[in-house]
């Protein structure tokens, strides 16, 4: 059902409740549908725009264990044929797509290894995979190669396979650093484990290290929160990634809201969860970080990017490879099947292994940049005008003075710029800019 905007404040308190709070993409997931294989076609079909850049995106769905608050599409029943056998699978996918003209004769500009657990793989398994992409898609001029771990699968051995096939920023998952939290979690690490291979990360001198903190766990408490930030600072990583606790309906613990009528998720409320982050980023700021999004910190802006990120939000190309994984297209949004074994089967078959797409018009893609800059705290009103012959302050006069009256952020001659408040709710602020079609019941 279609809504307009309300007028709550958007940093009142409110309680977590099951559903999706973080914006990944426009229009919405739920809008895309599964009828348009045609358009997918078409797209890989067309000659790639010069001036957009090309990313590769490989999903790795294996785990120790599946996370409580887990919402993507991982495994951890499999052996190891059929991992094997699944990632015989990514690299026919890669190859069928190599010879699109979409994507033929292109080389990735960023790399992204995600999951699930990249960092499950084993050295050799790492090895041989890679060696396989680049000798398909090489990526030798990737000026970023990201890999995300769960520290307790890594080993010495392990990080220098790691560094050897071309990672530039290495991502640990430490989310916390208490074990009882840990493991009330569903996390399969402790906290010694976060140590040790934060060191061995260190001892392989990647370009950048990043580690993930999620505030509003189960059980975490004020003492626990500022241990965190603590902690983050003594070990110094390049960069600090801090997500805020939501609750989709495909998680663990949503199962058992569901099952004793609970509508609240027992995690700290939104209120909590922002104060808690602006007090890292205080934290981080006073030890020398620079905060480069609603999520991020970095110790030297310079230095330190976030190339998928900046790509993607600018309208990069993404061939996503793998069960579930996305991919943007020419203009079109599309999703892979998510199930491992229609997956492998339209593979075998020579088929696109489609479950879901969006082709989407000039202002849905002009909107779906803007409000993802948004994350970055910054949007600079000139590259839409450039880009979309739009000027944005005038195109969003109405929301971007409803939140300036609510002291969110300040429009000035050249960029919108959100105020820490703002960003720490921006993706609450998001959907005000959603086309009136899109707009659905808002979550906080």
Not at 354 to 382: C, H, P, Y
Request: hydrophobic share 35%; glycine share 6%; proline share 5%.
């Amino acid at each position: 059902m279609d809504t307009e905007p309300t007028n709550t404040p958007k940093t009142a308190k409110e309680s977590t409740r099951a559903g999706n709070y973080f914006i990944s993409n426009y229009p919405p997931f739920s809008f895309w549908s599964e009828d348009q294989a045609v358009e997918v076609e078409i797209a890989l079909n067309s000659e790639p725009d010069p001036n957009a850049k090309l990313g590769v995106y490989h999903h790795i769905p294996f785990c120790r264990k599946r996370c409580h608050f887990c919402y993507f599409r991982v495994y951890t029943d499999k052996n190891a044929k059929q991992i094997q056998e699944y990632l015989d699978g990514t690299i026919q996918e890669l190859k069928n797509m190599a010879e699109r003209p979409l994507i033929k004769g292109r080389k990735p500009h960023f790399v992204y290894f995600g999951g699930g657990t990249p960092s499950y793989l084993s050295a050799k398994q790492l090895g041989v995979l890679t060696d396989q992409m680049k000798a398909i898609l090489p990526w030798d001029e990737a000026e970023e190669v990201a890999f995300e771990c769960e520290p307790g699968t890594l080993n010495p051995s392990k990080l220098t396979a790691v560094k050897e096939i071309g990672v530039t920023r290495l991502s640990l998952g430490v989310e916390n650093f208490d074990d009882h939290i840990l493991q009330i979690n569903g996390r399969a690490h402790r906290g010694p484990e976060v140590y040790r291979a934060y060191e061995r990360a260190r001892a392989e001198n990647f370009d950048q290290i990043n580690i993930d903190l999620i505030a509003g766990m189960l059980e975490e408490t004020e003492e626990n929160w500022q241990r965190n930030i603590e902690e983050t600072i003594k070990l110094s990583p390049d960069s600090v990634t801090i997500y805020q606790m939501e609750i989709p309906y495909n998680t663990g613990i949503y199962k058992e809201m569901k099952a004793s009528g609970k509508l609240e998720a027992p995690v700290a409320d939104w209120q909590t969860k922002r104060r808690w982050v602006k007090e890292a980023f205080a934290a981080l700021e006073s030890a020398g970080y620079s905060v480069s999004s609603g999520y991020t910190a970095v110790k030297d802006p310079q230095k330190t990017k976030f190339v998928y990120r900046d790509e993607l939000w600018s309208g990069a190309d993404l061939l996503g490879l793998g069960v579930a994984s996305f991919s943007h297209a020419a203009g079109v949004h599309y999703q892979n099947m998510t199930e491992i074994e229609p997956y492998l089967k339209s593979i075998a078959a020579g088929e696109l292994p489609l479950k879901r797409a969006f082709r989407t018009n000039e202002e849905e893609r002009m909107i779906r940049e803007f409000i993802l800059q948004m994350k970055l705290g910054k949007v600079e009103l000139g590259y839409f005008t450039e880009k979309f012959g739009v000027n944005m302050a005038d195109r969003f006069s109405e929301q971007l003075t409803g939140l300036s009256d609510e002291g969110l952020l300040t429009v000035e001659d050249d960029a919108v710029l959100l105020n820490r408040d703002g960003l720490l709710c921006v993706d609450n602020l998001l959907h005000d800019f959603f086309l009136k079609q899109h707009r659905t019941s808002q979550i906080v």
